[in-house]
């Protein structure tokens, strides 16, 4: 974490992914990021069986993706949210997943009880203990794999209208390690001496309609949360169409 910054922890993601947040976060367009996230961090990925764990699961979006794609291991998901785990419980195609809720810096399994542990774009919803957790979880020689975002300046327009919002409320904004990590420290996530196949920059992008339609998605997604933290988000108002680019690490390590 650099000098300055606030640190956040799982039990913050229920701010904005309790009740009718959670409803709102279930929605087509939030599918289709975070499956095309997930399969970016697929690619090449090492031979895995045995027992999984989709830390950070939310209504399922990844757990469905995961389930589909490899579908020979056992998948279990955690989220911290209450709300997400019952949309997800609701799905006919996560019946056979159990779904717990636990913060990723407390998990409730035994040591060494994954093979592998999958991360998708959840990373900065949790603290610094969800490292060890996650170690502690892993089975020897088991892998994390991990879509992290990163910090990365973008001249795309949706990107340009987000850095002028923050610009805005510079006198009260805080740096929170929500804001994504720089590529370089992605591997320091997991504690300890790992084996790290690949961390590569990656980028997903988006078009919207307007400066609305963004601000909108990026609510219910919890993004505007993550960036701009408890307080009052603002509007982000621009003509569109609107392209917005996601920087994220695409992180294989090995235990």
């Known amino acids: 974490m650099q000098a300055g910054e606030q640190e956040i ?3 913050e993601a229920t701010g904005w992914s309790g009740g009718t947040c959670a409803e709102r976060y279930d929605r087509q367009i939030n599918r289709r990021f975070y499956q095309a996230v997930l399969t970016r961090l697929l690619e090449h990925a090492p031979a895995i069986h045995g027992r999984g764990l989709d830390l950070g699961c939310g209504t399922g979006f990844s757990t469905e993706h995961l389930l589909a794609r490899i579908p020979s291991v056992d998948w279990h998901g955690v989220d911290c949210s209450l709300p997400m785990l019952e949309i997800a419980r609701g799905k006919p195609e996560l ?3 159990e779904l717990r809720e636990a913060c990723a810096e407390m998990l409730p399994f035994a040591d060494g009880s994954f093979d592998v542990v999958v991360a998708n774009f959840s990373w900065h919803w949790f603290g610094e203990g969800a490292g060890r957790e996650v170690r502690r979880v892993l089975r020897p ?13 973008s001249l795309a327009r949706g990107n340009r209208a987000l850095a002028r919002a923050l610009l805005a409320m510079r006198e009260r904004f805080v740096p929170r390690t929500s804001q994504g990590l720089h590529l370089a420290d992605v591997p320091t996530i997991l504690p300890g001496p790992v084996r790290v196949s690949r961390n590569e920059l990656h980028v997903e992008s988006e078009m919207f309609r307007d400066g609305g339609e963004m ?11 993550a960036i701009f933290g408890a ?3 603002p509007a982000i108002e621009a003509p569109g169409p609107l392209a917005l680019e996601w920087s994220f690490a695409v992180l294989h390590a090995q235990i």
């Open 9 to 11: 922890t799982s039990r």
């Open 95 to 97: 019946r056979r997943v």
């Open 141 to 153: 020689g088991g892998w994390l794999l991990a879509s992290v975002p990163v910090r990365r300046l």
């Open 215 to 225: 601000t909108e998605v990026m609510g219910d997604r919890g993004a505007l949360s």
């Open 231 to 233: 307080g009052p988000a």
